[in-house]
Structure formats: structure tokens, C-alpha cells
């Protein structure tokens, strides 16, 4: 017994136990924080998602509602003697309560000499809609404003914040904001006449009324709202005057007073204006995050079997990521030349086995630089991204689409012979061709792609030279005058 405490007492006062504990420890410590931030990253991405869902439906829904307005626009100017029947029977066709919620109003403002824009009809049928009858939208010099901009540029406008009177709530009116958005009704084309021309020839406008409660009641969905609450702001500016609605005391039995974790700020442009989103997390998205701490990690971790089992399963998991990441291209998420190379060499093998041909296409952007010159790299770099966007949607699961760099793709057709690769091919020419690009504002292209095409035969041993003749089938179709697929045999 005695031996047996000095043994003990021995290998206590041996550096090497304590530094074991050290290092033991200090692993655990820092795979529960790398846990840690691998949770609240989740969590951020989760959020920004909805946030990214919810932009996407507030924009949806605002072009559908310029399309109801510039088509009431439209059914005027080919009937200017239109009378109230008429237009009631229109505004009814369209379905506005089924199709799109959240209008209040289309209105016609009809243009009277020196006496303004009257509204002259108004719809739906409502008390509400009724008192519009005979107001003059230009002596309000917020709706005016977007007015005049409709008509200097002949397009549809939406106006800045407009408080509407909403329903009464304890003997007081609620004010509501909203906006307008204004479509002008001309008596003939005036896309080349002069601003004076298009005065003279400007008969009215449509104008749509939305107020921002019932404009988003109806795009977010349940799901959404649990995870965020958002601050819509006509213009950058975020002052309390610009705020068109705060979800939290707009919908909201009880607004959130604690901090928000999650937050994201988004701008686009709308009709002529800019509107700005504060993203905020609801906080029970936050209170779930905090409560899927990862406690029992940390505490399992004290014993050596699970320590060295979370351990290796955190380092696997980091050299798979890290491996996933140098396999994709940063910009356009496509896989790049490294990850094309690993995996023919386990396709060649399986192409044989099976006996089919591998289909190679070689794509480069058509006067790339040039576009770079001109727009801007950002405006360049926009459109690899939706090069890239564009071949993951129109290749298949087995195929493989790469950015080999610049301007330069490829895509392998696992299967395909040269027939059905060269189709493949045009018909991705032909969507990059019609894809339309717009970026700050500005519409970039065409853009048209040359692209070289060849197959693998089944016995084919080298890929690299059907890559090599598919790059020379590019090089043909650039001297042809590129925006064009050339394909090359390979018969070895």
C-alpha cells in the first residue's frame, strides 16, 4: 500500500498529467466555443434567410401592383371617353380584393384646364373611396412630387410617406402611413417628345392608394414573423418622419423592448424612391438560440473518451469544410479546377465501366473585358455571379459545372455524347443570351457566351485532351464571331 501512495504521489508531481489536463481542458474550452460560434452562425444564416424571403415578397408584391396600376393607366389611354360603369366593370376584372390585397384605392385624376387633376372615379365602392371624388392629388405636395416624376419620365412613381385616416380606436382616428403609386395617362406616345410636349399631351393619372399595414399583411407569412419583426423607411434616411411601418407596435400586442441579436439592413429602389428595411429578431428566435446552448458538450467533455470523440469529430468536420471551401470558386459558388481534376480521375474509371461518354464543354464570356471597362468590375463581378447562378440551374445532379477563372467555365455531362452535349451547349447560350441584367440601376448587356464542345469516348484514358479540344472549339467559335457553340470530335 505504501509503494502504492508513493506511486501516486509520484506521478501527481510529474509535469506530464498537468499538462495533459491543461491541453485536455483547453481543447474543451475551445471546441464548446467553436460549437458555440458554429450554432450562432446557424442561427444568423436561418435569419437572414427570412429576411432575404421577406425582401423578395415586398418586392414581388410592389411590381404586381405596378402592373394593376400602369394597366388601368393603359385602359384609359385607349378609351379616354371611359365612363364610371366602365371603369367599375375593369377595376372588378382585375379582382382586386383576391388577387391583390392591400390596395385601397385606383383612383383616375383626370386633368381639368386650371383646375388641376379632380379624381373622377374611385374604386372599389366605399364610403372611403367615396370622399376622393373631386379631391385634386397636386395640391399635396407629397403625391405631387411623384406625379410630376410619372410624367417627366413617362413611367410608373410611387409618392413618399402619406398618412392615411384608418380605422377609429377609442373615440380617435388611427393614422395609418402609406404611399401612392401614381401612373400618368397620356393622349399618344410621348416617349420622343420634350418635357413642355408631354405637359400638353398629359390627359391624367391612375394613382393606387396602399397603406403599409395591409400592403404586408398579406406577403408574410406566420413563419417569417416569428423570426423578425422590420422597419420599413421611405429613403435612406431612417428618421422616425421617413418610418412607413414598424411591425413591432403595428402588429404586435406587446413590442419588444429587449435588444435585438440579429439585425440586417437592406436598401433597393422602388418607382423613383428608395426604401430602406431594418431587420430586427423576434425575441423568442433569440430565446431559442440562447436556449440550444450547447451545456452538455461542454460538460461531457470533462471525460476523456468524449473529449477525444468530440474532438476528432470537430477536426473532421473543420478539414471537410475547409476541403469543401478550396473546392469552390468564391465569387460565383461553382466548383473550381481543383475539385474538376479530383474528380475525373474517379469518373474516367466509372465511364468505362458503365460504358458511356463524357461530354466536356469549355464557355467564355464574349467581350468580357470590354464590359468591365465600361460598367465597372463590381457590374462584372455581378455578372459572373449570375453566369454561375444560371449553369447550376441548367446542369443536372451528375454534372459538373467549374469557374476555371476570369471570364472562363466548364461544365462535364457525365452520359452525354457529343449530340447531346452540343444541345446542352445552345441551350445554355441561348439563356445566358436572353438573361436579362440589371445592376445599380442599370441594365448590362447582352451578354453572349462562345462555347466549345467535345465527348469522351467510353475508352477514352486522358480527359485533359478532350478538355484541350473543346478549348479549341472555343477558340474557333470566338474567330467565327463568337455567341456561337462549335463542337470537336474525338475519336482516340
Given at each position: 500500500?505504501?509503494?502504492?501512495?508513493?506511486?501516486?504521489?509520484?506521478?501527481?508531481?510529474?509535469?506530464?498529467?498537468?499538462?495533459?489536463?491543461?491541453?485536455?481542458?483547453?481543447?474543451?474550452?475551445?471546441?464548446?466555443?467553436?460549437?458555440?460560434?458554429?450554432?450562432?452562425?446557424?442561427?444568423?444564416?436561418?435569419?437572414?434567410?427570412?429576411?432575404?424571403?421577406?425582401?423578395?415578397?415586398?418586392?414581388?408584391?410592389?411590381?404586381?401592383?405596378?402592373?394593376?396600376?400602369?394597366?388601368a393607366a393603359a385602359r384609359i389611354a385607349s378609351a379616354p371617353a371611359v365612363s364610371r360603369g366602365e371603369w367599375h366593370d375593369f377595376i372588378i376584372q382585375l379582382q382586386m380584393e383576391e388577387r391583390f390585397p392591400g390596395i385601397q384605392s385606383i383612383a383616375y385624376a383626370q386633368r381639368k384646364v386650371g383646375?388641376?387633376?379632380?379624381?373622377?372615379?374611385?374604386?372599389?365602392?366605399?364610403?372611403?373611396?367615396?370622399?376622393?371624388l373631386g379631391y385634386d392629388p397636386s395640391r399635396d405636395s407629397t403625391r405631387q412630387g411623384a406625379m410630376v416624376r410619372a410624367r417627366d419620365t413617362g413611367e410608373a412613381s410611387i409618392s413618399g410617406k402619406v398618412t392615411f385616416a384608418g380605422a377609429p380606436r377609442a373615440g380617435m382616428v388611427e393614422h395609418?402611413?402609406?404611399?401612392?403609386?401614381?401612373?400618368?395617362?397620356?393622349?399618344?406616345?410621348?416617349?420622343?417628345?420634350?418635357?413642355?410636349?408631354?405637359?400638353?399631351?398629359?390627359?391624367?393619372?391612375?394613382?393606387?392608394?396602399?397603406?403599409?399595414?395591409?400592403?404586408?399583411?398579406?406577403?408574410?407569412?406566420?413563419?417569417?414573423?416569428?423570426?423578425?419583426?422590420?422597419?420599413?423607411?421611405?429613403?435612406?434616411?431612417?428618421?422616425?418622419?421617413?418610418?412607413?411601418?414598424?411591425?413591432?407596435?403595428?402588429?404586435?400586442?406587446?413590442?419588444?423592448?429587449?435588444?435585438?441579436?440579429?439585425?440586417?439592413?437592406?436598401?433597393?429602389?422602388?418607382?423613383?424612391?428608395?426604401?430602406?428595411?431594418?431587420?430586427?429578431?423576434?425575441?423568442?428566435?433569440?430565446?431559442?438560440?440562447?436556449?440550444?446552448?450547447?451545456?452538455?458538450?461542454?460538460?461531457?467533455?470533462?471525460?476523456?473518451?468524449?473529449?477525444?470523440?468530440?474532438?476528432?469529430s470537430a477536426l473532421v468536420a473543420s478539414w471537410n469544410r475547409a476541403h469543401r471551401l478550396s473546392m469552390r470558386d468564391p465569387l460565383t459558388g461553382l466548383f473550381n479546377r481543383r475539385y474538376l481534376e479530383e474528380t475525373m480521375v474517379r469518373e474516367l474509371p466509372r465511364a468505362r465501366r458503365l460504358g458511356?461518354?463524357?461530354?466536356?464543354?469549355?464557355?467564355?464570356?464574349?467581350?468580357?473585358?470590354?464590359?468591365?471597362?465600361?460598367?465597372?468590375?463590381?457590374?462584372?463581378?455581378?455578372?459572373?455571379?449570375?453566369?454561375?447562378?444560371?449553369?447550376?440551374?441548367?446542369?443536372?445532379?451528375?454534372?459538373?459545372?467549374?469557374?476555371?477563372?476570369?471570364?472562363?467555365?466548364?461544365?462535364?455531362?457525365?452520359?452525354?455524347?457529343?449530340?447531346?452535349?452540343?444541345?446542352?451547349?445552345?441551350?445554355?447560350?441561348?439563356?445566358?443570351?436572353?438573361?436579362?441584367?440589371?445592376?445599380?440601376?442599370?441594365?448590362?448587356?447582352?451578354?453572349?457566351?462562345?462555347?466549345?464542345?467535345?465527348?469522351?469516348?467510353?475508352?477514352?484514358?486522358?480527359?485533359?485532351?478532350?478538355?484541350?479540344?473543346?478549348?479549341?472549339?472555343?477558340?474557333?467559335?470566338?474567330?467565327?464571331?463568337?455567341?456561337?457553340?462549335?463542337?470537336?470530335?474525338?475519336?482516340?
Amino acid at each position: 500500500m505504501q509503494l502504492r501512495v508513493e506511486g501516486a504521489g509520484e506521478s501527481l508531481r510529474s509535469p506530464i498529467p498537468w499538462v495533459a489536463l491543461t491541453a485536455a481542458l483547453a481543447l474543451v474550452l475551445t471546441g464548446w466555443i467553436g460549437l458555440e460560434h458554429s450554432r450562432a452562425e446557424e442561427a444568423r444564416v436561418q435569419f437572414e434567410k427570412r429576411t432575404q424571403t421577406a425582401e423578395g415578397a415586398i418586392r414581388t408584391r410592389l411590381a404586381s401592383y405596378e402592373q394593376v396600376v400602369r394597366a388601368a393607366a393603359a385602359r384609359i389611354a385607349s378609351a379616354p371617353a371611359v365612363s364610371r360603369g366602365e371603369w367599375h366593370d375593369f377595376i372588378i376584372q382585375l379582382q382586386m380584393e383576391e388577387r391583390f390585397p392591400g390596395i385601397q384605392s385606383i383612383a383616375y385624376a383626370q386633368r381639368k384646364v386650371g383646375d388641376g387633376f379632380p379624381i373622377v372615379f374611385a374604386e372599389p365602392p366605399s364610403a372611403r373611396n367615396a370622399v376622393l371624388l373631386g379631391y385634386d392629388p397636386s395640391r399635396d405636395s407629397t403625391r405631387q412630387g411623384a406625379m410630376v416624376r410619372a410624367r417627366d419620365t413617362g413611367e410608373a412613381s410611387i409618392s413618399g410617406k402619406v398618412t392615411f385616416a384608418g380605422a377609429p380606436r377609442a373615440g380617435m382616428v388611427e393614422h395609418v402611413p402609406g404611399f401612392v403609386m401614381v401612373a400618368p395617362v397620356f393622349r399618344r406616345d410621348v416617349r420622343s417628345l420634350t418635357g413642355p410636349q408631354r405637359e400638353t399631351e398629359l390627359a391624367g393619372y391612375v394613382l393606387g392608394t396602399f397603406r403599409m399595414q395591409d400592403l404586408l399583411r398579406g406577403v408574410l407569412d406566420e413563419g417569417v414573423l416569428e423570426v423578425l419583426d422590420m422597419e420599413v423607411y421611405d429613403e435612406p434616411n431612417t428618421a422616425q418622419a421617413n418610418l412607413l411601418i414598424d411591425t413591432r407596435t403595428a402588429w404586435r400586442a406587446s413590442p419588444a423592448t429587449e435588444p435585438s441579436q440579429f439585425s440586417r439592413r437592406a436598401s433597393f429602389p422602388v418607382l423613383g424612391r428608395s426604401w430602406t428595411i431594418l431587420f430586427k429578431s423576434r425575441p423568442e428566435f433569440d430565446a431559442a438560440v440562447q436556449a440550444n446552448r450547447s451545456w452538455g458538450v461542454l460538460t461531457a467533455g470533462g471525460f476523456v473518451s468524449v473529449l477525444i470523440f468530440v474532438l476528432t469529430s470537430a477536426l473532421v468536420a473543420s478539414w471537410n469544410r475547409a476541403h469543401r471551401l478550396s473546392m469552390r470558386d468564391p465569387l460565383t459558388g461553382l466548383f473550381n479546377r481543383r475539385y474538376l481534376e479530383e474528380t475525373m480521375v474517379r469518373e474516367l474509371p466509372r465511364a468505362r465501366r458503365l460504358g458511356d461518354s463524357v461530354g466536356v464543354m469549355v464557355l467564355d464570356l464574349d467581350h468580357f473585358k470590354a464590359l468591365n471597362d465600361t460598367f465597372g468590375h463590381d457590374t462584372g463581378d455581378h455578372v459572373l455571379e449570375r453566369t454561375g447562378a444560371l449553369l447550376r440551374e441548367a446542369t443536372r445532379g451528375s454534372d459538373i459545372a467549374c469557374r476555371f477563372g476570369g471570364e472562363e467555365f466548364a461544365v462535364i455531362l457525365p452520359g452525354a455524347s457529343l449530340l447531346v452535349a452540343r444541345n446542352r451547349a445552345e441551350s445554355i447560350r441561348t439563356a445566358i443570351e436572353t438573361m436579362t441584367i440589371q445592376y445599380a440601376g442599370r441594365s448590362v448587356g447582352p451578354v453572349t457566351v462562345s462555347i466549345g464542345v467535345a465527348a469522351m469516348p467510353p475508352h477514352a484514358q486522358d480527359w485533359t485532351f478532350a478538355l484541350r479540344q473543346a478549348d479549341k472549339a472555343l477558340y474557333t467559335a470566338k474567330q467565327a464571331g463568337r455567341n456561337r457553340v462549335v463542337t470537336a470530335a474525338i475519336d482516340d
